[in-house]
């Protein structure tokens, strides 16, 4: 399985940014594929993801609203799409993959709860 992030970057408060995840060695019928973001200081979120065991999609309460995740079969690959975003947003964001669900208490989960996970694309807030 692999996971290739990328579309990471430095943008100002207000900008948009968009990152694609390029996924190989699993199906998105059987795997759930969601983004989560690691703090400086190392905390995590889980902001996005989209269930297989549901074929919904579901955010984290910090980025509905702002945050659309998307989903290219055809390509096996998954894109965030990040607008009116903030310096809070400033984090490492990586795509994650696990053999069907991907709620925690009907949130997106966390990192350390993924199967699989990708190497990760920085992205930074400025204000």
């Known amino acids: 399985v692999q996971l290739v992030e990328s579309g990471g970057g430095l943008v100002q408060t207000g900008g948009s940014l968009r990152l694609s995840c390029a996924a190989s060695?699993?199906?998105?019928?059987?795997?759930?594929i969601g983004w989560f973001r690691q703090f400086p200081g190392n905390d995590s979120e889980g902001i996005s993801c989209?269930?297989?065991?549901?074929?919904?999609?579901y955010y984290a309460d910090s980025v509905k609203g702002r945050f659309t995740m998307s989903t290219d079969f055809a390509q096996n690959t998954v894109y965030l799409q990040m607008n009116d975003l903030k310096p809070e947003d400033t984090a490492i964001y990586y795509c994650?993959?696990?053999?069907?669900?991907?709620?925690?208490?009907?949130?997106?989960?966390?990192?350390?709860?993924?199967?699989?996970r990708g190497q990760g694309t920085k992205v930074t807030v400025s204000s």
């Open positions: 989209r269930s297989a065991s549901t074929s919904g999609t």
């Open positions: 994650a993959a696990n053999y069907f669900y991907c709620l925690d208490d009907d949130s997106p989960m966390g990192g350390d709860e993924y199967e699989y």
């Open positions: 060695g699993i199906s998105f019928d059987e795997y759930a």
